[in-house]
């Protein structure tokens, strides 16, 4: 008897949520403008790759360019460092790694878009163990393509028109 009252309730708590519109975060909801797109950028990168997944999971028909078709245009994830922290013989300790890159969105008939992704990350000089310095700077790199290419979608997904 217990159970079918904890039943009950369960379900009379989720129809309660999705009946005032309640989604789960992390839910890629495009707007009905954006389910046709035209994907344009280096489609030779990994970070390319990642944007049309991310596109597709999120229900997008990726297609060509033409008039009548929003276009997404990515640039590459460019990246820089910089020295964060030195220790008494002004050696670098800390470097601080900065990714970013651009986006635009050129829908029919309305004027074009920008949008920019940056990231601050820091990681530590091995310079003793430069085999795992390098093999870290890398997956660093990869962890920044996967987490721009999900903002990209997030940002997407904050857009009406």
């Known amino acids: 008897m217990l159970t079918r009252i904890k039943a009950g309730v369960l379900i009379l708590l989720t129809l309660l949520l999705a009946g005032c519109g309640f989604q789960l975060r992390g839910g890629d909801n495009l707007a009905p403008e954006l389910q046709r797109l035209a994907l344009v950028g280096d489609d030779k990168t990994q970070f390319y790759r990642l944007v049309a997944a991310r596109l597709q999971r999120a229900g997008v028909q990726l297609v060509e360019p033409d008039a ?7 640039s590459a994830l460019g990246q820089g ?3 964060a922290s030195v220790n ?4 670098a300790l800390e470097y ?3 990714f970013s890159t651009r986006f635009t ?15 601050n990350r820091s990681f530590l000089d091995k310079s003793e163990q430069a ?13 920044m393509e ?5 903002q990209i979608v997030r940002q997407l997904n904050r857009l009406s028109f």
Not at 88 to 91: G, V
Not at 131 to 143: D, F, T, Y
């Open 68 to 74: 009548l078709t929003p276009v997404l245009t990515i």
């Open 81 to 83: 460092n910089s020295v």
């Open 88 to 91: 008494a013989r002004a050696d």
């Open 96 to 98: 601080a790694t900065r």
């Open 105 to 119: 969105l050129d829908m029919p008939d309305e004027p074009r878009q920008v949008f920019n992704v940056t990231f």
């Open 131 to 143: 085999l795992a310095s390098g093999r870290e700077q890398q997956q660093l790199r990869e962890q």
């Open 146 to 150: 996967f987490e721009a290419a999900a």
